[in-house]
């Protein structure tokens, strides 16, 4: 922390900045600064995001684990990022790579040749605020776990199937919440324009993160039962499809009581989930009488529902 004196010249008021910071940021004579005034008082400087922005850049080196590097890279808020193989590249990693760009929105290939590829984000951060980003989330995911319910109600084994398909969407839909919110935190002014303050970040990375594994836990459950729907009536699955229901309107509640900060209701989410477990325990006891791989079957979409469950309660648990 420096403690610097206020100037005064011909009326006007000034300070000087600590020469490290302005070699750190890169700031010279006619550098634009973003002055925000904060709620307590206090008054943060930081250089143009808007108008000065350097585009942030990484090179990676290509191996098995690319993907994932690239998608880090991607969430940390990088806008170029450059694969580079000392061998030639070969077609089927060429495909890989445009396959890891379509899982990830507004990164696009913008040069590549034998062993070199170049990707760049284009995206205008400020366009996608947060709370838009995340209730697209959890729409999608809240569709998948109607589609669930129908696909049990109607035993359709192709709505069960596109319930595994519609899981890209929501990893696309979670990258890029994470990369705005990153964003936000390391470009003050950014939350400003997009009227987001810092401190619920934190917040909407973990409600993104449960919703996201809610997702999950849906195609696990929709994998399980899809080989089981066209068969005979079965008395599970119409509990499970009962329990899901009941689960669904708690998942509702849940999101409405975070993005509305209404504690009140995320108090009955919380009251709710010990009804809901207890019916969860008794259905538990009921196929302990399975034979040993009937019961390995339910007992793991049971264990799917109860995760679903508590990643609910976990999002009301947001609502300060």
């Known amino acids: 922390m420096e403690v610097r004196k206020v100037q005064e010249s011909a009326g006007t008021f000034f300070i000087s900045l600590p020469k490290p910071w302005i070699l750190r940021n890169n700031v010279t004579k006619g550098s634009t600064l973003v002055l925000l005034e904060r709620a307590d008082g206090s008054l943060n400087i930081t250089p143009g995001y808007r108008i000065e922005k350097n585009l942030e850049a990484a090179t990676l080196e290509f191996s098995p684990l690319i993907e994932r590097e690239i998608i880090s890279k991607y969430m940390l808020g990088f806008d170029l990022i450059t694969v580079s193989s000392r061998d030639r590249l070969k077609s089927e990693d060429l495909e890989h790579l445009k396959a890891v760009t379509r899982r990830l929105i507004g990164l696009e290939i913008v040069e590549e040749n034998s062993r070199t590829v170049k990707l760049q984000c284009l995206l205008e951060p400020t366009a996608f605020p947060p709370e838009r980003i995340l209730r697209r989330e959890y729409l999608l995911v809240a569709s998948m776990h109607r589609d669930l319910i129908l696909c049990l109600s109607e035993r359709d084994v192709h709505l069960a199937d596109a319930i595994v398909k519609r899981d890209d969407e929501v990893d696309r839909l979670y990258f890029l919440l994470v990369r705005i ?140």
């Open 181 to 320: 919110l990153r964003t936000i935190i390391r470009h003050p002014a950014m939350s400003e324009e997009l009227h987001f303050p810092p401190i619920d970040c934190l917040d909407y990375r973990l409600v993104a993160s449960f919703i996201e594994a809610i997702a999950d836990q849906l195609v696990g459950i929709a994998e399980q039962v899809s080989p089981r729907l066209p068969s005979a009536p079965d008395p599970f699955l119409d509990s499970l499809q009962d329990l899901l229901s009941e689960t669904f309107k708690l998942h509702e509640e849940a999101i409405h009581s975070f993005l509305s900060k209404e504690f009140k209701q995320a108090n009955k989410v919380r009251e709710r989930r010990q009804v809901l477990s207890e019916r969860l325990r008794s259905l538990e006891a009921k196929i302990a009488e399975l034979p040993l791989q009937e019961f390995l079957y339910a007992f793991t979409i049971l264990s799917s529902l109860a995760r679903i469950l508590d990643y609910v309660v976990d999002i009301a648990d947001m609502v300060p």
